[in-house]
């Protein structure tokens, strides 16, 4: 029997059936299993994996319906890739309004987490750019769905985690750009506090800004990092060849442990805090997806895995929370690699779980240490409940009931359109 993972690795997952889809006008075929569609597997939980249920492979539904090269519009099924919707829409002009740290997932798993990017403060999220999409339900019914028609359905299908049914196609709005480059500055600060009216002055004037965050530096250092932020330039100039999809490092085979571990945390992060700061021109595909070049990163983690933790802070309370949250972290020894951190707008999304609102959003990873890393997690949530803030399901594994109904106060609501012949290992574990 095939096991499924998603990218951390943790937890992992045996379907009993597994059923490869090809043709989005098929109906879904009768089940006796709890089903759930699997995209590409790049979400970091288990909000994609179906342990003893059937897992509906999607890839398959990868064709391209229609494309309007003079307005941007895409329809596509839910199959295909962000990287092909690039490879089709940046030669024309073109470029999604909104995209993830990786263009390696699917236009269906988009939708289903509505994903965000470095540009949430002007963009909103993915959601806010589908214009329709079509729903296959388990009892044979299909329904198209937009903000005009079927617009409940269509508010409980972006963010709704892959639960209300098998997404068929998405049709979306892209962005215009001049070409594939940006202007792109890099920017250090030496605490958290200066992180704020930079990435506020950053957010007035750029396209799109993020930050890397060291987490393993404490006292007058705590919260220090980097200010990445760039926008389209406003005239096509090629420089060199564009770099491959996966680009030419990989990461062959798994180690027996991870590798990320104190030592070499902080002597990483240390060389990494003082790289030089940098302004110029770069293509699209580093500043977007830095990691997309190496090639099955996540084995780094070791056999074990790696736990991402995601929580959005209310602006009012932010700053303490994250110096509380970073505090704990680096007392506790298991600092994390890849800290992102940034502030999302107040554009709000059509749908009812999708997890960015108004405040700061930090993306942490942790290697899985077993029980020392899940009391970790919960040491943080108990900071993000008091502060009002909330976690993003897409990046969790653990996350309990309680926390769960806190962060997603439209869930009950949300349940009424779950259809009841999908669910997930997350699903179940986050509402018994």
């Known amino acids: 029997m095939n096991r499924h993972e998603s990218w951390g690795r943790y937890p992992q997952a045996t379907p009993a ?246 030592l070499t945390l902080d002597a990483f992060n240390a060389l990494y805090y003082r790289k030089p700061e940098d302004a110029g021109l770069t293509h699209y595909a580093p500043f977007f997806y830095p990691l997309d070049g190496i090639g099955h990163w996540n084995r780094i983690y070791g056999p074990k895995g790696f736990l991402q933790y995601q929580c959005v802070l209310p602006p009012a309370v932010a700053e303490p929370a994250l110096r509380e949250l970073l505090a704990r972290i680096a007392r506790s020894g298991e600092g994390s690699f890849l800290a992102v951190l940034k502030r999302f707008g107040g554009r709000v999304s059509p749908g009812l779980l999708s997890f960015p609102r108004p405040g700061v959003t930090i993306a942490l990873d942790f290697p899985f240490k077993g029980q020392a890393t899940l009391r970790l997690l919960d040491t943080l949530d108990a900071v993000v409940a008091a502060a009002g803030g909330a976690l993003y399901p897409a990046k969790d594994a653990r996350m309990g009931p309680a926390m769960f109904r806190r962060s997603f106060p439209a869930l009950e609501r949300f349940m009424t359109f779950v259809d009841r012949g999908f669910s997930s290992g997350f699903w179940r574990r986050a509402t018994l």
Request: contains cysteine.
């Open 17 to 262: 059936l597994v059923t490869r889809l090809t043709d989005r006008r098929a109906p879904l075929p009768p089940s006796d299993h709890p089903r759930l569609v699997y995209g590409n597997g790049r979400s970091y939980g288990d909000v994609c994996l179906n342990d003893g249920g059937e897992v509906l492979l999607a890839r398959g539904l990868d064709r391209f319906i229609a494309f309007g090269a003079a307005t941007g519009v895409l329809r596509a099924e839910a199959g295909v890739l962000l990287s092909e919707v690039l490879d089709l829409a940046v030669p024309r002009g073109w470029f999604l309004a909104v995209t993830p740290g990786t263009r390696f997932v699917t236009l269906g798993g988009a939708v289903a987490n509505d994903v965000h990017g470095k540009n949430h403060h002007r963009a909103g999220t993915f959601g806010c750019h589908v214009r329709a999409l079509e729903l296959v339900r388990s009892d044979g019914s299909r329904r198209e769905c937009s903000p005009t028609q079927s617009p409940d359905w269509f508010a409980a299908t972006i963010g709704g985690l892959g639960l209300t049914g098998l997404i068929a196609w998405v049709e979306i709005q892209l962005s215009r750009i001049p070409g594939p480059w940006l202007h792109a500055e890099s920017r250090r600060f030496s605490a958290l506090a200066e992180f704020f009216p930079l990435s506020e002055a950053a957010d007035r004037r750029d396209e799109f800004t993020v930050a890397w965050v060291d987490c393993a530096a404490r006292g007058a250092n705590l919260g220090r990092g980097i200010l990445l932020k760039g926008s389209f330039a406003p005239v096509a100039a090629g420089r060199g060849t564009p770099p491959k999809a996966h680009g030419r490092l990989s990461v062959p085979v798994t180690p027996p442990f991870s590798l990320i571990n104190r």
